[in-house]
Antibody, heavy 122, light 106 residues
Framework: QLQLQESGPGLMKPSETLSLTCTVS??????????WGWIRQPPGKVLEWIGS???????YHNPSLKSRVTISVDTSKNQFSLKLSSVTAADTAVYYC??????????????WGQGTLVTVSS | DIQMTQSPSTLPASVGDRVTITCRAS??????LAWYQQKPGKAPELLIY???SLESGVPSRFSGSGSGTEFTLTISSLQPDDFATYYC????????FGQGTKLEIK
């Protein structure tokens, strides 16, 4: 059973760079046809797709965040990561990592982590 | 950006009811639409993808339909476990979610 677990800082200050890691267990991140992605949800608000990465390394980003987002895969650690630069209070949200295990699209996810709350405050 | 508008925002219903949630896209997305269920404090769970394909393990009382700009999620007979918030998601051009429909006990 594939499981995903996010890890990150919890609390950050404005202008810092957010770094989150998703550790994959029960499966290989380098398996073909899998997309891995990040989605966030500000408290009480709507879900927002941040970006996706294919097992081969091809990436897709939300245009509204693209200039601040980096998504990468570390096959040696079976992890993928998100970096979001120049954070502000508007980036306060629960961040989810997710994946899909069948070819349903780069931005649709059938497995999700439990989510991690990141708060940006001075 | 493609905007997704769900209606209603809140839907009071009772166990056993048949309920329908509507999602409208600001431009045609063919059938590139998914539906998720989310319970408080939990991650979303995929119910439907490609507008009408039922995700494995999801009860058959859930169904999706539509194409182009108008889509529906129907629950044929509400069960106690179904009271949650439902989101539609387009993935035709990048991805955007609707604002959610909270299904609550009448």
């Amino acid at each position: 059973q594939l499981q995903l677990q996010e890890s990150g800082p919890g609390l950050m200050k404005p202008s810092e760079t957010l770094s989150l890691t998703c550790t994959v267990s029960g499966g290989s991140i380098s398996s073909s046809n899998y997309y891995w992605g990040w989605i966030r949800q500000p408290p009480g608000k709507v879900l927002e797709w941040i970006g996706s990465i294919y097992y081969s390394g091809s990436t897709y980003h939300n245009p509204s965040l693209k200039s601040r987002v980096t998504i990468s895969v570390d096959t040696s650690k079976n992890q993928f990561s998100l970096k979001l630069s120049s954070v502000t209070a508007a980036d306060t949200a629960v961040y989810y990592c997710a994946c899909n295990l069948k070819p349903i699209g780069a931005m649709v996810f059938d497995h999700w982590g439990q989510g991690t709350l990141v708060t940006v405050s001075s | 950006d493609i905007q997704m508008t769900q209606s209603p925002s809140t839907l009071p219903a009772s166990v056993g009811d048949r309920v329908t949630i509507t999602c409208r896209a600001s431009q045609s997305i063919s059938t590139w639409l998914a539906w998720y269920q989310q319970k408080p404090g939990k991650a979303p769970e995929l119910l439907i993808y490609k507008a009408s394909s039922l995700e494995s393990g999801v009860p058959s009382r859930f169904s999706g339909s539509g194409s182009g700009t108008e889509f529906t999620l129907t629950i044929s007979s509400l069960q106690p476990d179904d009271f949650a918030t439902y989101y539609c998601q387009q993935y035709n051009i990048y991805s955007t979610f609707g604002q959610g429909t909270k299904l609550e006990i009448k």
